[in-house]
């Protein structure tokens, strides 16, 4: 159980709040590339501030403030060009800086405002993502993770809006026992059985309906934390999934592609009782199949909004209960991930829970998010802001799903695979 204050520190981040200041220092999404056209503005709201995207005549993204700085008209109806938008009332053209470039009024004898302009923010184009640093002074580097660096063959991204504050959907993230309830099929689907985890001949539902108590310890890391799950599946092994929560708002876990790959989910707040939950999949090995490109979008009614909702009970269907899914929401888990955070309500009440030993990662990840608050107020940088480009400060991100020895020490384990990396 946390005090009302240390919840609203963690869930609060609109301008000048203490997580908000926080999450302005990282790089964040603010839309998929695929969303930004050419010749059309494309507006975003982040951390409860209106913006509009668009591209300059070389196709770079540039972000600014949504209402024009002379009268307050909507930008989203502005005209595209080389050298930045123009606002249809009266003219006058804003940079990717956000500053005034043209007056429709201004002539030679005219005063020139210069210093007149929008709100603006660097982006960066990166993994499909176009991302936006909102923070002071110099941006950091846009961390080198995997997902963003594979060729365009080898991922897919695609994003959801989820109704409810980020940091419970982030936390669902990283909390382990609950596959062994919330995701659980009841037999393996057709999906399940195409994945068998190295070292068996078992997939990994059925490792999970085995031992639904599991052992989970975690490691502080330079990115965040290192969570180890570990199940007693018998036949004297053990089966271990390594996951990771990302500062600040990042979690990176077992997937469709662990092996070559895995998954992971950005938690980007729209306000504090919404967020765009950007889900990427990704392998290093190989080019992903349609199938997989086309499954982490599925089930969703214009690519954004799940078809499964409060509104509609998320069409749980309480008869397939007793030999499909333990939800009876389908096989799709996004759906079944929206039910559980959302139904916490907007903001969870963090004062009336009951967290339990199998809470450990949430516990732990909530103090390192209120240190990192703690060091933006106290005027030091947070951690895991990267400023060197040398691969040596890149994250060392490793997810694992494998069947071990049961006298198999993980942490050995997992350190031997990273000394060969």
């Known amino acids: 159980m946390i005090t009302e204050e240390q919840n609203n520190l963690l869930t609060q981040t609109g301008k000048g709040t203490p997580c908000g200041e926080l999450m302005r220092r990282y790089w964040q999404p603010a839309a998929l590339s695929e969303e930004v056209a050419a010749d059309k503005p494309f507006p975003v709201q982040l951390f409860g501030e209106e913006l509009i995207l668009f591209r300059d005549g070389t196709g770079k993204p540039a972000l600014i403030g949504r209402y024009c700085a002379h009268q307050g008209v909507d930008m989203i109806y502005g005209r595209v060009e080389p050298d930045g938008l123009r606002c249809l009332y009266h003219g006058w053209l804003f940079d990717t800086c956000g500053k005034v470039l043209l007056r429709g009024d201004w002539l030679p004898e005219k005063e020139r405002r210069w210093d007149v302009g929008q709100p603006s923010y660097p982006c960066v184009e990166a993994g499909g993502i176009i991302f936006v640093y909102m923070g002071p002074g110099d941006a950091p580097l846009l961390p080198p993770y995997e997902f963003l660096t594979v060729p365009a063959e080898h991922r897919a991204v695609t994003k959801i809006q989820v109704s409810c504050n980020y940091l419970q959907a982030n936390e669902g993230n990283i909390d382990p026992l609950h596959l062994s309830f919330l995701h659980r099929n009841l037999q393996d689907s057709e999906r399940d059985k195409q994945r068998v985890v190295p070292g068996s001949t078992a997939t990994p539902n059925s490792l999970v309906s085995k031992d639904q108590t599991p052992v989970i310890e975690v490691d502080v890391t330079s990115f965040g934390l290192r969570i180890y799950t570990i199940r007693k599946p018998g036949d004297g092994q053990q089966y271990l999934r390594v996951t990771n929560y990302i500062y600040p708002n990042l979690a990176a876990f077992n997937g469709s592609t662990t092996g070559e790959g895995y998954s992971a989910h950005w938690h980007v707040p729209i306000d504090d009782k919404s967020h ?123 997810v694992l799903s494998e069947v071990l020895p049961a006298e198999a020490n993980p942490r050995e384990y997992v350190k031997s695979l990273e000394a060969r990396r």
């Open 276 to 398: 765009w939950k950007y889900a990427f999949l990704f392998s290093r090995e190989r080019a992903l199949t349609r199938e997989l490109r086309d499954r982490i979008r599925v089930e969703t009614t214009d690519g954004n909004h799940l078809e499964r909702s409060q509104e509609n009970r998320y069409l749980q269907d309480r008869e397939s209960m007793p030999s499909g899914t333990f939800s009876g929401m389908g096989f799709h888990f996004h759906a079944q991930d929206a039910f559980s955070t959302e139904s916490q309500g907007a903001v969870q009440n963090r004062t009336e829970e009951n967290l339990v030993s199998s809470d450990k990662p949430i516990v732990a990840a909530r103090k390192l998010l209120l240190k990192a608050i703690q060091d933006v107020r106290d005027g030091r940088e947070p951690p895991h802001i990267l400023r060197e480009p040398d691969a040596a400060h890149a994250p060392k991100i490793l």
